[in-house]
T-cell receptor, first 116, second 117 residues
Framework: DSGVTQTPKHLITATGQRVTLRCSPR?????VYWYQQSLDQGLQFLIQ???????AKGNILERFSAQQFPDLHSELNLSSLELGDSALYFC???????????????FGPGTRLTVL | AQKVTQAQTEISVVEKEDVTLDCVYE???????LFWYKQPPSGELVFLIR??????QNEISGRYSWNFQKSTSSFNFTITASQVVDSAVYFC??????????????FGGGTRVLVKP
């Protein structure tokens, strides 16, 4: 158990809908990262937050947005869903800090999103 | 742009054989970190090892060992005396500083390891 929790574990929805994925980082970790794992794209970085502020952005679509709340949990919002958004979405956390390239990231169990 | 390549898509071995996973990376950074993660059939990603770009000393941790060669940009990972529980997908990852404030992991495509009894 990494200490990172993600809810829900599974989500099935229809095209055009909006969903919210939730993540609670390990106790003491200030950085939260979101990744998408799909068959065709592999594991891709989406976005990073550190202590409530956005710090790094990857291949995140404009239809997707995220935020980190004062209690450090984070939410990833996916809207106008398409079939291709079906994937496993991981949240990870690390101690954080400026340019924490040396931090190992601890991953949650993931949320499997299926768009029908 | 950073890139991580795992040329082996799948490796099948019999229990107790050694397994070596190849990883080649590309980066322009002088300071970087390399990681190996394991994804068992249950789906979670488990951190295994970390190595920084200044330390090419190879190490052994239990049944895991790694060979980091900066000259060839390779960071290979070996499982000694494999066990059925080692069956998983293994990912090599490169940590990149986006700027002074952010960072991200760039993952390779993964190598599926199947250990047969």
């Amino acid at each position: 158990d990494s200490g990172v929790t993600q809810t829900p574990k599974h989500l099935i929805t229809a095209t055009g809908q909006r969903v919210t994925l939730r993540c609670s980082p390990r106790s003491g970790d200030l950085s939260v990262y979101w990744y998408q794992q799909s068959l065709d794209q592999g594991l891709q970085f989406l976005i990073q937050y550190y202590n409530g502020e956005e710090r790094a952005k990857g291949n995140i679509l404009e239809r997707f947005s995220a935020q980190q709340f004062p209690d450090l949990h984070s939410e990833l919002n996916l809207s106008s869903l398409e079939l291709g958004d079906s994937a496993l979405y991981f949240c990870a956390s690390s101690v954080g800090g400026l340019a924490a390239v040396d931090n190992e990231q601890f991953f949650g169990p993931g949320t499997r999103l299926t768009v029908l | 742009a950073q890139k991580v390549t795992q040329a082996q898509t799948e490796i099948s071995v019999v229990e107790k054989e050694d397994v070596t996973l190849d990883c080649v990376y590309e980066t322009r950074d002088t300071t970087y970190y390399l990681f190996w993660y394991k994804q068992p059939p249950s789906g979670e990603l488990v951190f295994l090892i970390r190595r920084n770009s200044f330390d090419e000393q190879n190490e052994i941790s239990g049944r895991y060992s790694w060979n980091f060669q900066k000259s060839t940009s390779s960071f290979n990972f070996t499982i000694t005396a494999s066990q059925v529980v080692d069956s998983a997908v293994y990912f090599c990852a490169l940590s990149e500083a986006i700027d002074a404030a952010g960072n991200k992991l760039t993952f390779g495509g993964g190598t599926r390891v199947l250990v047969k009894p």
